[in-house]
């Protein structure tokens, strides 16, 4: 079984082998405390000033992970898999 830590999966970069895009870091993981898994990624992507609101944040399901490697974290995902925080902040928080 291999192992790594969330410190260590932060600084893998986010790469789209749909379409090669670069997609980011991983900043936040959502993860379900009764069974100890990752549900999703969160990967943090600025737009400008990242402190007058030009952050957009992407959550990738954990399904949507093909491959964690040494460089890279690998995912496939068509445009409608992955969604926003805006519409994850709609959700109830549990």
Same mark, same amino acid.
């Given at each position: 079984?291999? $192992? ?8 893998? %970069? ?6 090669? %895009? $670069?997609? *980011? ?24 000033? =990242? ?12 399904? $949507?992970?093909?491959?964690? *490697? ?7 995902? =068509?445009?409608? %898999? ?5 519409? $994850? ?6």
């Amino acid at each position: 079984m291999r $192992k790594i830590s969330t410190r260590d999966l932060s600084e893998l %970069e986010v790469v789209n082998i749909c379409n090669g %895009e $670069k997609i *980011g870091y991983p900043t936040e993981y959502e993860i379900d405390l009764d069974c100890g898994q990752i549900l999703s990624i969160v990967v943090s992507r600025c737009e400008g000033f =990242a402190w007058f609101g030009g952050r957009n944040d992407i959550v990738i399901k954990w399904d $949507k992970i093909e491959c964690v *490697g040494e460089d890279a974290i690998l995912v496939k995902l =068509a445009g409608s %898999e992955c969604y926003s925080c805006d519409s $994850k902040k709609s959700r109830k928080k549990r």
